[in-house]
Structure formats: C-alpha cells, structure tokens
C-alpha cells in the first residue's frame, strides 16, 4: 500500500463516523421535537419512542438488506 491508499482509508474510516454520529444526534432531535426527556408530556415521550422503535426496525430492515445483496 502507497501513503496514498493509506490516507484514503483512514479520511474514509474518519468522515463515516462523522456522519454517522450526525445522522443519530439529527434523528434523536427529530423524536424528541429539540426537548429533553424532562420537558416532554407523556404522550410526547410515547411517541419518541415509537419513532426510535421505527428507526431500529428501518436500520434492522437496511442491514438484512445488504446481506441479501451480498
């Protein structure tokens, strides 16, 4: 391997850790509407939890796809 492929790996490796951290931070502050847990009624906290429940199945559904692909 040349520095270059080297480099490339760990910008790859850096930058999709990154984005995943982003994409969770900007889905938990779509399901909790920007509020803490505190500051939510209870219909608010049960409806932030069925939307984490949605996240996980689409995730689960996303990884059992990829397998397919395989």
């Known amino acids: 391997?040349?520095?270059n492929q080297i480099?490339?790996?760990f910008m790859r490796m850096f930058m999709r850790k990154v984005v995943n951290k982003g994409m969770n931070a900007g889905i938990s502050k779509?399901?909790?509407r920007g509020r803490s847990h505190d500051e939510?009624?209870?219909q608010e906290r049960q409806q932030a939890r069925a939307g984490k429940q949605q996240v996980k199945?689409?995730?689960k559904t996303m990884r059992m796809a990829r397998?397919?692909?395989r």
């Open 40 to 42: 939510m009624t209870q």
């Open 30 to 32: 779509i399901a909790g």
């Open 7 to 9: 480099i490339n790996m």
């Open 57 to 59: 199945s689409v995730k």
């Open 67 to 69: 397998r397919i692909g």
């Open 1 to 3: 391997m040349n520095a």
